[in-house]
């Protein structure tokens, strides 16, 4: 049964936002939902992330889906980048033809949501 503890998720935390530095810029939520599922957001990006057409928000539930339309060509690189650091620690063993799912734990990665719109922000004058 999928699980992901709270240190696990901490750490996670701490990899993805030496990653991506709130001085550069960038401003991610990080939650565990339910002891099963990791919940990132990127509320704010140093770019535009998004193509015209989805200006507020994007979901990305699984790794290949990071090779949407709907992303830039940068967004691409550094969503893969994102899922990388989250799913180093994670295994997915399913059988989808026999209908048996193993996973670690479930990752959803969305760039803004529907609670917090996605921004560009400013970066921070030095």
């Given at each position: 049964m999928a699980y992901i503890s709270t240190e696990s998720v901490k750490v996670i935390r701490y990899e993805l936002k030496e990653a991506f530095?709130?001085?550069?810029?960038w401003k991610l939520s990080i939650v565990r939902r339910d002891s099963h599922l990791v919940d990132v957001t990127v509320v704010n990006a140093p770019y535009n992330m998004l193509t015209k057409?989805?200006?507020?928000?994007y979901?990305?539930?699984?790794?290949h889906?990071?090779?949407q339309n709907s992303?830039?060509?940068k967004?691409?690189?550094?969503l893969s980048k994102m899922f990388k650091i989250i799913n180093k620690e994670n295994y997915d063993n399913?059988?989808?033809q026999t209908d048996y799912f193993d996973v670690g734990f479930y990752c959803y990665l969305s760039v803004g949501s529907y609670s917090k719109p996605f921004s560009v922000s400013k970066k921070k004058a030095k």
């Amino acid at each position: 049964m999928a699980y992901i503890s709270t240190e696990s998720v901490k750490v996670i935390r701490y990899e993805l936002k030496e990653a991506f530095p709130a001085k550069d810029g960038w401003k991610l939520s990080i939650v565990r939902r339910d002891s099963h599922l990791v919940d990132v957001t990127v509320v704010n990006a140093p770019y535009n992330m998004l193509t015209k057409g989805f200006d507020k928000s994007y979901e990305i539930m699984h790794a290949h889906n990071v090779n949407q339309n709907s992303l830039t060509a940068k967004a691409k690189k550094d969503l893969s980048k994102m899922f990388k650091i989250i799913n180093k620690e994670n295994y997915d063993n399913s059988d989808i033809q026999t209908d048996y799912f193993d996973v670690g734990f479930y990752c959803y990665l969305s760039v803004g949501s529907y609670s917090k719109p996605f921004s560009v922000s400013k970066k921070k004058a030095k």
